[in-house]
T-cell receptor, first 113, second 111 residues
Framework: EAAVTQSPRSKVAVTGGKVTLSCHQT?????MYWYRQDTGHGLRLIHY???????EKGDIPDGYKASRPSQENFSLILELASLSQTAVYFC????????????FGHGTKLSVL | QQQVRQSSQSLTVWEGETAILNCSYE??????FPWYQQFPGEGPALLIA?????DKKEDGRFTIFFNKREKNLSLHIKDSQPGDSATYFC??????????FGDGTQLVVKP
């Protein structure tokens, strides 16, 4: 079974602090994605990547950076965490074609205080 | 402009009833429509999907009805069970584009 693993599962951060969320996939997929989920807003795309050492902006990239050091790993970085970034973050992987299945991790619940 | 819309944020049905979740989309170029199911504390997982060349896709108790002319689709869950209680995301994409998700419908099935 395809696997996407996120760490940590939950995190409490202070406003203005740096937060790094990590994602590891064993699917051998080229594409990886970071989504944010807020109540009533569904899944919103923050950043994605289709090859190592390259990232692309999604729909809501402001306040976030991403890093893809290898095909398997994809990180989301909040350089200066803010209250408004409190949310659940999901990583996903896929082959990269539009009509394809995405595999999601279990999510990281981030609380910024 | 939201590309995919789900008409209900929440839906409650009794066990044994058919739950109907509605979805509409903007871009007529979309040709692939998956539904993802998400249980609390977990990530979404693909439940069932349909391509625009079909008007119906069935998988056990789950059926997608698709209307290309009206740009809408619905997910029917027959004989709903309490274990079906989850959030359901409608999504849309085509082969040259990324996937767009709706805001989700939270389904509660009461025993």
């Amino acid at each position: 079974e395809a696997a996407v693993t996120q760490s940590p599962r939950s995190k409490v951060a202070v406003t203005g602090g740096k937060v790094t969320l990590s994602c590891h996939q064993t699917n051998n997929h080229d594409y990886m994605y970071w989504y944010r989920q807020d109540t009533g807003h569904g899944l919103r795309l923050i950043h994605y990547s289709y090859v190592a050492d390259s990232t692309e902006k999604g729909d809501i990239p402001d306040g976030y950076k991403a890093s893809r050091p290898s095909q398997e790993n994809f990180s989301l970085i909040l350089e200066l965490a803010s209250l408004s970034q409190t949310a659940v973050y999901f990583c996903a992987s896929g082959r990269g074609e539009g009509n394809e299945r995405l595999f999601f991790g279990h999510g990281t619940k981030l609380s910024v205080l | 402009q939201q590309q995919v819309r789900q008409s209900s944020q929440s839906l409650t049905v009794w066990e044994g009833e058919t739950a109907i979740l509605n979805c509409s989309y903007e871009n007529s170029a979309f040709d692939y429509f998956p539904w993802y199911q998400q249980f609390p504390g977990e990530g979404p997982a693909l439940l069932i999907a349909i391509r625009s060349v079909s008007d119906k896709k069935e998988d056990g108790r789950f059926t997608i009805f698709f209307n290309k002319r009206e740009k809408n689709l619905s997910l029917h869950i027959k004989d709903s069970q309490p274990g079906d209680s989850a959030t359901y995301f409608c999504a849309a994409s085509n082969s040259n584009n990324r996937i767009f998700f709706g805001d989700g419908t939270q389904l509660v099935v009461k025993p």
